[in-house]
C-alpha cells in the first residue's frame, strides 16, 4: 500500500522515527492543553479562530512570513504521530494474535468509512455554507442539533487527520496478518 509504514531498518531511522513521535506527541499534548486552557461555545473554534474572531494564526502574522492556524498543527502532528507511531511498532503487532489483529483490522475499516463519510459531508455543507458566510473559518455546523455546534474547518481537518490514522492503522493491521499467515 502507498501510505503503508514501515518497520525502520537501521537504527538512524528507528532515532529519526521516534523523534518525530516524541515531537508530534508533545506538540499534541500542547494544543490540547491550548484547547482547555481555551473553552468556546463552538467545538474546535478557538484552534480556528481567537476570541474576537480573526484568525487565529502561530505565529502571529507579520512576525514571520510563515504562519499556520493551530487547527493545521494538530493535522500535522496527528498524522506525524500515527505515522511515526504504526512504524515503529510493526514488529511488535506480528505478536499479536490473528483473531485480535482481525478485530482492529475490522475497527479500522469502520473509522476510515466514517472518516471518509464525514469529510465528504463536511465539504458539501461548507459549499452550502459559504453561500451566506463568505469567511471559511467562520462556518459552522449546527446539524443535527443546534445546541452542538462545530466548526467546520475544525471537524474537517480533525476527520481528515483521523482518515490517514485509519489508513495507517489498518495497513499495519493487514502487514501484521500478512506476515502472520506466511
Known sequence: MLLSPKYPVSKGE????LIVLIVSG?????????YALN???IIGDSLVNTQSGQPNEFPPVG???????PVTLLLVAAV??????FSLIQRKLR??????LSLFAIVSVLI??????????NFALWSSILVNVPNPDHAVNVYPESAVKVNLVFSTKAFVALFFVAV???SSFRSSLEYEST
Do not use: G, Q, W
Not at 528507528?14 to 522515527?17: I, N, Q, S
Not at 506525524?80 to 507511531?85: D, G, K, L, P, Q
Not at 476510515?112 to 459531508?121: G, K, M, P, Q, W
Open 14 to 17: 528507528r532515532y529519526v522515527l
Open 26 to 34: 508533545v506538540m499534541l499534548l500542547a494544543l490540547a492543553v491550548y
Open 39 to 41: 473553552p468556546r461555545a
Open 63 to 69: 512576525l514571520f512570513p510563515f504562519y499556520v492556524k
Open 80 to 85: 506525524a504521530f500515527s505515522y511515526s507511531f
Open 95 to 100: 505478536t499479536l494474535p490473528k483473531a485480535l
Open 112 to 121: 476510515l468509512a466514517v472518516s471518509t463519510y464525514e469529510i465528504l459531508f
Open 168 to 170: 495507517f492503522s489498518l
